[in-house]
């Protein structure tokens, strides 16, 4: 009998380890920011009290600041759990391709999306907006759905295809674009 390896994905991960993985970038970018003051405050003789202080408040914040926002991913995707009853660590469609699966899982942003198929009732409308920020502009997509208790939420993505593919992963309706059309 031959032994296939199968290719593990985002999706056999647990929810804990979606939850370290979408927020690590971040914590690591974070970690070496406060390795390089520390240098830079030790280099220039500025480890007074003042300074350690610095240090101390830099290497305390960076958890917090990298998980802020898996965080509220997290409780999204727990009250999700509450609401529909189906969890994620019970789900059987591992094998299906992407496109199929119950969940849809994009890690985007410095935190996560998941969400569920049958936790959105329809999507409203899906709309690119320009974003002017100190660094220049940045479009952001945004998908607006309806949940099955009737509440509308926003979902935010920093590509148009990933856009469309999470309405096209949908399928329960055409994405009404107020830009262009999806095929």
Not at 53 to 72: D, E, G, H, N, Q
Not at 73 to 83: A, N
Not at 135 to 147: Q, S
């Amino acid at each position: 009998m031959a032994n296939k390896k199968k290719k593990k994905t985002s999706y056999d991960d647990s929810l804990v380890r979606i939850f370290i993985w979408s927020g690590f970038d971040v914590f690591v970018i974070t970690l070496i920011t406060c390795i390089a003051i520390t240098l830079i405050s030790f280099y220039c003789n500025r480890l007074d009290a003042d300074g350690i202080k610095l240090v101390r408040w830099c290497f305390l914040m960076a958890f917090p600041v990298s998980y802020a926002l898996p965080t509220i991913s997290l409780l999204k995707v727990w009250r999700q759990e509450r609401i529909l009853g189906i969890y994620w660590k019970e789900r059987t469609d591992q094998n299906r391709p992407v496109q199929e699966r119950d969940w849809y899982l994009y890690f985007d942003r410095g935190g996560f999306i998941l969400c569920h198929w049958a936790y959105i009732q329809r999507i409203l409308k899906s709309w690119v907006a320009e974003q002017t920020t100190s660094l220049g502009r940045a479009k952001i997509y945004y998908v607006k759905f309806e949940d099955i208790s009737g509440k509308k939420h926003i979902l935010k993505f920093s590509s148009s295809s990933e856009q469309k593919r999470f309405c096209q992963w949908y399928k329960k309706q055409v994405c009404i674009n107020e830009n262009s059309e999806f095929e």
